[in-house]
Every structure is written in C-alpha cells, then in structure tokens.
C-alpha cells in the first residue's frame, strides 16, 4: 500500500515537471528570432499554420503546396475593405444614385419627482441612401438600400421590356427610358416609363372628433373618440364594465381621463374639455397616424410604384438627362438627317429644339441652358465639339478638335479628349489644359466644379476609342481624384488590393457625395465604393 502511493507521487511530480518544462520553453525560447507565443503555439497543430477567423484572405481554394505568411488586418484594413461593395451579381441596364435628408422628431418621455409627465422633443437628421437599378433582362426595377453596402432590397417595379440594353433614369429616379433593338423590326426602341407612387394621395383623418363631451354621451363620434386615444399606449382606455368593448361606447370616466393625459403630452391645458385647440391638436395627430397606417399597407405591396409605359420612338441614336431636373434631350434619325427633342417628365411635353444633316451626335447635358454636343468618336475620323444654348439655340463650336474626340462637361468645364489625352476646356476663358492623366472622359464623373473622379486605364494598347467602343479591348480600372485647376491627384481605390478587376462605365455619385456607384463593361454588374467615411 505504501509502496503504491509513492509510486503514485512520483508519476504526479514527473508529470508537473514536464508541463513546467514545456511552459517554459514556450515563454522563454532558446533561439533569437521574434517568435510570439501565439506563433509557437499555432505551429504546435498537427497539420501546420491555422488560418486566423475572419480573415478573409484565406480561402477554400488556397494553394497548399508551399508556405503563406498569416495575415490579420488591422482594423484600419477592415474598414477599407468595407468601402468596394457589390450591389448585383446579374447585368443591369443602368441605375440612379438616390439620397434624401429629413428631420425626425423624438418625443422622449419621463416623469418629474412629483409623478408629471414630461416630454421632452429631440430632433434628429436622417440620410438614407439607395440606387435604383434596372436588370438587363425584363427591366425590373429594384432599390437598394446603401448604408456601406447593402442593406435591404424594395421591389419598386415588374419588368414589361425584355432584353434592355441600356436605362437612362432622371435625377430623381421617377421616369427611366429603355433602349432594345427589335430584331423583328430591325430597329432601336426606347420605351418611355413613368413611375407612379401611391403615397402621392393626400391622407385625411377618417376619424371625426366630437367638441366638448360629457359624461354619459354615445354616438357615433365617441366611437372614434375611443379609437383615438386607444392608438397611443399612453392615452388607451382600459376596458371596464361599464365600457365593454362590442357594445354602445358611452364617455365615461376612464376616457375623460384618457383626454387630460392627451392635453398634458400635448402641452395644452389639461381640464378634460374637449375645445377646438384640443380638437384640432387630435385631428393633427390622427392625420400623421393614417400616413403611417398608409406606410403599413403600401409595404404589403409586392411593388412600391405602378407604371405607365409607352412607346416613344425609334431609331433614337443619343439621349442626355438634365443634371437635376426631370428632363431628358435626345436625338433621333430622320430622313432628313436628325431631330433633336426636349423632353419634361414633370408633364410629358416634348419639344422639336435641334436640326442637323449630320447623323452621328452624342450628347452631354452639362447645365440648365447648355447642351454639349460632339461628332461620334473614331481614332481615324476629325472630331468636332459644340455648346448648344436652349434659350437661343445657337451652337458654338468649342476647341478646334481632333481625331478620337471624346467629352462630358459640367457647368464651365468640359473634360475632353482626342484619344485618351484628358485635358479641361474652360468656357469662360476658352483655354485648354492637360490634365496629365490617360482615360476617356466617358469614363470620369464631375464630383464638383473643382474634382474629378476618373476612372484610369493600368494600360492601353489599341488604338482608342474604337477598340474599346467594339469590345476588343477590355480596360483594368483603378478610381483616382483629379483637381481640375491644380492638377493634383490621389488615388481612392485600387481593385487589386480587393482581388478585383473592373472596366468602369458610367460612373455617377449619388446627391449628398457619399457614394460612387459603376457598372463593369465586361459582365455589366452594378457595384458601389464608400467616398466619405
């Protein structure tokens, strides 16, 4: 018995002398190198180096056959990495950047030492951002909600235009024009939609008030009464025998003191009487009650808006949307040469404003009065530029042109090029100035009167823009910001530091400057980056 306890204490003690051994060894290595203790223990697995949770480098299909460093981004990392977002992973025909501002009023509710209630009003501004996009296939429209990627998803419309290859919406997103090509026909279509939204009908509160009430009265109006003060957890009546719920209403007790306790949140003197200020205060917050109760019914809709679509011509070769306005501009082929046609989305008027032999036209809506006007781009054909005032109707030519000319403007500025040089043409001096940087000005966004975003080309080989134009050149994009006077420039986003490559089309930012959205040329996938954290 003695002899087996001993031998017990001596397994106890060899074994609390390897454990103390190997702790040591851990804490205390005997080489140089830098090596944690996490380092050391993470080696000690019996299949190698263990990926760090929530990394998202690693991935399923990691190479095995060698060595890979560990990598554990920082937190200034993981927020950059949060700025690129996908929207869709199916082609869209084209998108509107959406944010709106408002005011929320807070009634935040506590009571005083001697039981009051007190209401104390906080206000708070409310941004919410979304892109309304169109998919290429049956011209569906859905919203997405943005808030550094996506956070929700609205059905606005169903899809009534198969195969679209091109949306252009205007600024507010309420009217969008679909571009497909009729095989039957042989022809380009534009199919005009306006989106119509319930919430456009005025709401009323369908409850009627009785004035100055007493006690023992019935009627149809105590009904509503009732309802009323039931639709505020602080003002709801209980039930009691003598007000059962199903049977006659009668004024009683319980609801003349559901009224003083709507006077005191109210602010106004609580004596229970129900006087035209109490009324009328009723009546203001009924009214807000049914645009909520609206709200409630319109999100069981499978779709926010009604449509209404009508053919509006062919052979339709360019169209431009006004920068704020609800207004389109765009020019069509006729035997003469070309029309061009004013557009209102506000009342669906159309206006004939432009004529011209000449057949190819691009146009750029720079500011209210002023359309850019440019010959279509070729690297072997001379380019010309114009500035088509709406008041006069006067076009001036702008510089004096140049093979493979290409623009978009804004205000002052236009953003040319003759190839893939950009340069600034300045409409009050009239001079030009390189801006050192190769793209094509399709390419770039006007952020304000005095940056650009550009999307910039790692290379380009071909002669431009045919070939980009044609497909047989696929550009790999990085974002860089461009002062327009200075000339400085920093690059916002390298999709290589996200394992992505993206050919940019039409690049926009959304109204309050926060986001940038684009479309990649290659599989026309709908993607967004966070411009200001």
């Known amino acids: 018995m003695k002899r087996s306890f001993i031998l017990k204490v001596l397994v106890v003690v060899v074994l609390l002398l390897i454990l103390l051994l190997f702790v040591f060894l851990l804490l205390f290595p005997s080489d140089t190198d830098d090596i944690t203790v996490t380092d050391r223990v993470r080696d000690s697995f019996p299949f190698g180096d263990r990926p760090i949770i929530g990394d998202d480098s690693i991935t399923t299909d990691r190479d095995t056959s060698g060595s890979q460093d560990d990598f554990t981004p920082s937190d200034e990392e993981i927020v950059e990495r949060e700025r690129l977002f996908q929207i869709t992973d199916f082609p869209v025909s084209g998108f509107a950047p959406l944010a709106s501002e408002s005011d929320t009023v807070i009634m935040r509710t506590e009571f005083g030492d001697d039981g009051s209630i007190l209401e104390n009003k906080e206000t708070e501004l409310n941004r919410e951002y979304r892109v309304r996009y169109a998919d290429s296939a049956n011209s569906s429209i859905t919203d997405a909600i943005i808030d550094f990627g996506v956070l929700d998803r609205v059905p606005v419309s169903s899809g009534l235009v198969p195969i679209v290859h091109q949306s252009y919406f205007t600024r507010d997103g309420n009217a969008v024009l679909f571009q497909r090509y009729n095989k039957d026909r042989k022809a380009i279509e534009t199919i005009y939609t306006k989106l119509l939204s319930p919430e456009t009908t005025e709401q009323v509160c369908k409850l009627e008030i009785p004035i100055k009430p007493v006690l023992g009265d019935v009627g149809d109006k105590i009904d509503d009464l009732l309802e009323f003060l039931n639709r505020d957890f602080r003002t709801q009546v209980a039930d009691n025998t003598d007000n059962p719920r199903g049977e006659n209403i009668v004024y009683d007790k319980y609801m003349d003191s559901a009224v003083k306790t709507f006077q005191e949140l109210s602010g106004l003197e609580v004596d229970g009487v129900i006087g035209k200020k109490t009324q009328s205060a009723m009546q203001s917050l009924c009214v807000e009650q049914e645009k909520e109760l609206a709200k409630q019914e319109l999100s069981k809709l499978e779709y926010s808006h009604d449509t209404k679509s009508e053919l509006l011509e062919t052979e339709i070769v360019t169209i431009a949307t006004h920068p704020d306005s609800p207004k389109y501009f765009y020019i069509k082929v006729v035997e003469e040469g070309v029309i061009g046609i004013l557009l209102d989305d506000t009342n669906g008027e159309r206006e004939h404003i432009f004529t011209s032999p000449l057949r190819e036209w691009i146009a750029f809506w720079i500011d209210d009065a ?142 309050l400057g926060k986001y940038l959205y684009f479309r990649d040329k290659d599989d026309e996938f709908l993607w967004g980056f966070v411009l200001e954290q």
């Open 370 to 511: 002023t359309i850019l006007l440019h010959t279509k781009a070729s690297a072997f054909a001379h380019g010309y530029m114009f500035a088509f005032d709406l008041n006069s109707k006067i076009m001036t030519q702008l510089t004096e042109g140049g093979n493979g000319l290409t623009a978009i403007g804004f205000q002052n500025s236009v953003l040319y090029a003759n190839g893939t040089s950009l340069q600034i043409y300045n409409r009050e001096t009239k001079n030009s100035s390189p801006l050192g940087m190769i793209s094509l000005p399709e390419k770039c966004v006007f952020q304000d009167a005095g940056y650009l975003i550009c999307a910039v080309p790692d290379s380009i080989i071909r002669q431009q823009p045919d070939s980009w134009y044609r497909g047989k050149e696929i550009f790999s994009d990085s974002l860089w910001r461009i002062q327009i006077d200075g000339g400085e420039r920093e690059q916002i986003l390298d999709p290589y530091e996200y394992d992505q490559s993206f050919d940019m089309i039409d690049i926009a930012i959304d109204p």
